[in-house]
C-alpha cells in the first residue's frame, strides 16, 4: 500500500513539473501575433528554455541532494557556477550554430550576448529549483517526524496495555484463590466469571477501540468477582446512567480506577465504601469512583501505589491530550477520582 501511494505521488510530480515546462513552452506563442516572432521564439527562445530546464535539474535533482542537503556548500557552490559555466557555452555554441547554418540573415548578436543573456533564466531556475526542493524536503522530514511519532505512540500504548493485562490477572487470580481455601460455593461462578474476563482480554483487547458498553460489562465482572471475596462490610455502590453502546473506547481504561478502589479501600476490621458512578450524555464519559482510605495500624495505604494508576494516565495523555479532565483528590479520609472523557 506504501509503494502504491509512493508511485501515486510520483505520477503527479512528474505530471505537474511536464504541465509547468509545457505552459512556458507555450504560452509565449498566444502573445507573439506575426509568423516571424513565433518562429524566432521557437528558435531561440525555447532554446533558452531547454537549458534553463537542464539547470534546474541539474540543480534540483543531483547538487541539492548530493551537496546542499550534505552541507557540502563550497563543493555545492562550485559546482553551481560550473554547470552555469557550462550552459553558457552551450547556449552560445547553439546559436552561433543555428545563425551560421539555418538563419545567416537574421542579425546576429555577439556571443558575448548570449552569454549574458543565459545568466538571468539560469538564475531564475536556480531560485526555483532550491526553493521548491527544500520545501519538499521540509514538507518530508515533518511527514516522517509525524509517522515516527505516531510509530512510538502506537508503542508506547501497546507497551502500557501489556502492563495492564498481567497486572490485572495477578489480582484476579489471587482472589479466587482465596474462595478456593474458603471453599466457597462461588468458586465456580467465579472462574465463570474470569473465563468471560479472560474472553475479553485475550480477544477484544486487540482491537484499537471497543463498545463502551462491552467495557462497562467487563467492570461489572470484575466487581462481581470481588463481591464474592469480600465481606459484607464493605458496600459496594455501583450505578450506569446514560447509553454506552454509541460510544467507543480504548479496551482495559477504565478498570485501573475500580481495580485501585478494591485494592486499596477495603477494610476486613470496619465499614468501608465503594462508590462507582459512570454516567453517559452525549459524547461525554463521566466516571467517579470514591473510596475509604484503608489504615493498617498507623500505616496509611497509599492509595495510588502501584502501576495500574500511573500506566492509565500516561494512556490518557497519549489518547486523549486535549479531550480529558482527571481529578484526585484525597483527604485523608476518601480517596476520590472523577474522569471526564470528550469523544469526538
Known amino acids: ?15 505537474i513539473h511536464f504541465l509547468i515546462w509545457a505552459a512556458f513552452f507555450f504560452i ?39 551537496f546542499l542537503l550534505k552541507k557540502k556548500i563550497i563543493p555545492y557552490v562550485l559546482l553551481l557556477f560550473l554547470g552555469l559555466l557550462v550552459i553558457s557555452v552551450l547556449n552560445v555554441i547553439y546559436n552561433h550554430y543555428i545563425h551560421l547554418y539555418f538563419i545567416p540573415n537574421i542579425h546576429h548578436h555577439s556571443d ?3 552569454s549574458v543573456m543565459t545568466i538571468y533564466p539560469a538564475i531564475l531556475a536556480f531560485g526555483l529549483s532550491t526553493s521548491i526542493r527544500i520545501t519538499d524536503e521540509w514538507f518530508k522530514n515533518e511527514r516522517q517526524k509525524k509517522e515516527m511519532e505516531n510509530e512510538k505512540l502506537t508503542s ?35 472462574i465463570i466469571k474470569l473465563s468471560q474476563i479472560m474472553r475479553y482480554m485475550l480477544y477484544e483487547s486487540k482491537d484499537e477501540k471497543v463498545s463502551l458498553d462491552r467495557e462497562i460489562e467487563y467492570l461489572q465482572n470484575y466487581i462481581e468477582l ?7 462490610k464493605v ?3 455501583f450505578s450506569i446512567e446514560g447509553d454506552p453502546e ?37 459524547n461525554d464519559l463521566f466516571l467517579r ?37 482527571l481529578s484526585v483528590k484525597d483527604d485523608g479520609l476518601t480517596y476520590k477520582v472523577e474522569l471526564n472523557i470528550l469523544f469526538s
Open 156 to 190: 508506547e500504548l501497546a507497551f502500557l496495555k501489556s502492563q495492564v493485562n498481567p497486572h490485572f490477572l495477578f489480582n484476579i487470580l489471587n482472589n479466587i484463590c482465596s474462595l478456593a481455601r474458603k471453599k466457597s460455593d462461588d468458586t465456580e461462578n467465579s
Open 1 to 15: 500500500m506504501k509503494n502504491k501511494r509512493f508511485s501515486k505521488s510520483r505520477f503527479f510530480t512528474v505530471l
Open 28 to 66: 509565449p506563442l498566444l502573445f507573439l501575433e506575426n509568423r516571424e516572432g513565433q518562429q524566432r521564439f521557437l528558435i531561440f527562445g525555447n532554446s533558452m528554455l531547454i537549458f534553463m530546464a537542464g539547470y534546474f535539474y541539474f540543480n534540483y535533482l543531483f547538487l541539492i541532494p548530493e
Open 289 to 325: 469512583v470514591e473510596n475509604n482510605i484503608v489504615k493498617k495500624g498507623d500505616e496509611v495505604i497509599p492509595a495510588e501505589t502501584g502501576i495500574g494508576l500511573k500506566n492509565v494516565q500516561r494512556r490518557l495523555e497519549l489518547l486523549y491530550p486535549e479531550n480529558y479532565t
Open 246 to 282: 454509541k460510544l467507543l473506547i480504548e479496551p482495559m481504561l477504565l478498570i485501573p480506577f475500580v481495580e485501585n478502589a478494591f485494592k486499596h479501600g477495603i477494610s476486613y476490621l470496619e465499614d468501608s465504601r465503594i462508590l462507582i458512578r459512570i454516567n453517559v450524555k452525549g
Open 226 to 232: 470481588q463481591r464474592m471475596r469480600i465481606s459484607d
Open 235 to 237: 458496600q459496594i455502590d
Open 112 to 114: 558575448l550576448h548570449y
